[in-house]
């Protein structure tokens, strides 16, 4: 069963994200490193509204670095942080290499026995609207701010941003009027 975190994370990388959602049941957002695209900061801050931030990076110098730049661009975050001498590789000091235990123990405070509740949208909603069509699916992205991504990556992003089928068929009236 994965443990249910009062906020969202925000990680460096797809290793990290793929480690951490193997355990935990929350919202998990890459930067790529300190590339950190402008779709993916809308989608952040638009999450930021409803969810607690948490900067999760890797204990070094460019992980410290990134944390900064971060906290920058969202004032509100907090940030967990790991011990670089507990890991599970010795070629690497980051969060995809540590331990679960780890983890857990940085991710203490935001640890909670309750369900996460998001939206009820399901992929077939999204396909009876039409989103399956590519620029339908980019001009709706671009209005609620979750970047640019496929359908799967929208529903999740669309059901942590509690938006319900009825405020999606509004922008795609908007679409059709264009």
Known sequence: ???????????????????????????????GGFAFPRGTQ?????????????????????????RNNLLNIIPNAHCALINKNTNNSNRKNGVA??????????????????KLVLGNIKISDLYTLGINNKNVRNYVCEYFKIGNCNIKTMLNRLNFLKINIDQIKIVIKGYGNK
């Open 1 to 31: 069963m994965k443990i249910n975190i009062d906020g969202f994370l925000i990680v460096e990388g797809t290793t990290d994200k793929a480690f951490l959602s193997s355990f935990l049941n929350c919202e998990i957002v890459y930067t």
């Open 42 to 66: 809308d989608y952040v801050l638009e999450l930021s509204r409803i969810y607690q931030p948490i900067i999760l990076t890797d204990p070094d110098l460019a992980g410290s670095q990134i």
């Open 97 to 114: 290499e540590s331990t679960k235990e780890e983890i857990l123990k940085a991710l203490k405070p935001y640890i909670i026995k309750e």
